[in-house]
């Protein structure tokens, strides 16, 4: 069975960083374009980060950008979203999910990991 | 940047019923890049339909969508227990594009 696996989640104080991680089981995830997604508590869902399947091309929302920063190592078949100087806003549960074949058409969704921006 | 508005907010319905959800775009939708998620309570979000109409791998036939240009309805006819669920219409194609309506509840 194909899954995405997030981790890296947690409780950080406002202004501090956290790394989140996706990986595979089932499929090579490096044959893919990934992004991520988030959705705030009780809220709908948003569009955070692209990274394409070589890592070549990035894009981010507006929201993020000059904060997040995402990548990917395809040796160990992995992808990463490091966030910088978080917000309250930015507290989430964050999904990683799987594109194609249309560009941010998501077909696999992992089960997400949340991240709490807090004093 | 398309909007996409989803409506009703809420449907309240029994097993059985059928539910009607629309998805307007403040702009026509291009190639009909228009798909469906389903999210059910504590649980992931997961791909119904793309292209308006394709049902996603494993997707049973009660779930249809149609629709062009701006408006796009999602039919879920004799509602399973399993179907009360947040939906969700999307734009697709590009990273410009990639946009959420806010969400329908379809709920007993």
């Known amino acids: 069975e194909e899954q995405l696996v997030e981790s890296g989640g947690g409780l950080v104080q406002p202004g501090g960083s956290l790394r989140l991680s996706c990986a595979a089981s089932?499929?090579?995830?490096?044959?893919?374009?990934v992004n991520w997604v988030r959705q705030a508590p009780g809220k709908g869902l948003e569009w955070v980060s692209y990274i394409s399947s070589s890592g070549s091309t990035k894009y981010y929302a507006d929201s993020v950008k000059g904060r997040f920063s995402i990548s990917r190592d395809n040796n160990n078949d992995s992808v990463f979203l490091h966030m910088d100087s978080l917000r309250a806003e930015d507290t989430a549960t964050y999904y990683c999910?799987?594109?194609?074949?249309?560009?941010?058409?998501?077909?696999?969704w992992g089960q997400g990991t949340q991240a709490t921006v807090s004093s | 940047e398309i909007v996409l508005t989803q409506s009703p907010g809420t449907l309240s319905l029994s097993p059985g019923e059928s539910a009607t959800l629309s998805c307007r775009a403040s702009q026509s939708v291009r190639s009909n890049y228009l798909a469906w998620y389903q999210q059910r309570p504590g649980q992931t979000p997961r791909l119904l339909l793309f292209?308006?109409?394709t049902r996603a791998t494993g997707i049973p036939d009660r779930f249809t969508g149609s629709g062009s240009g701006t408006d796009f309805t999602l039919i879920i006819s004799s509602l399973e227990p399993e179907d009360f669920a947040v939906y969700y219409c999307?734009?697709?194609?590009?990273?410009?594009?990639?946009?959420f309506g806010q969400g329908t509840k379809v709920e007993i």
């Open positions: 292209s308006a109409s």
């Open positions: 999307q734009h697709y194609g590009s990273i410009l594009l990639g946009t």
């Open positions: 089932g499929f090579t995830l490096s044959n893919y374009e």
């Open positions: 999910a799987r594109e194609g074949p249309y560009q941010v058409l998501f077909t696999l």
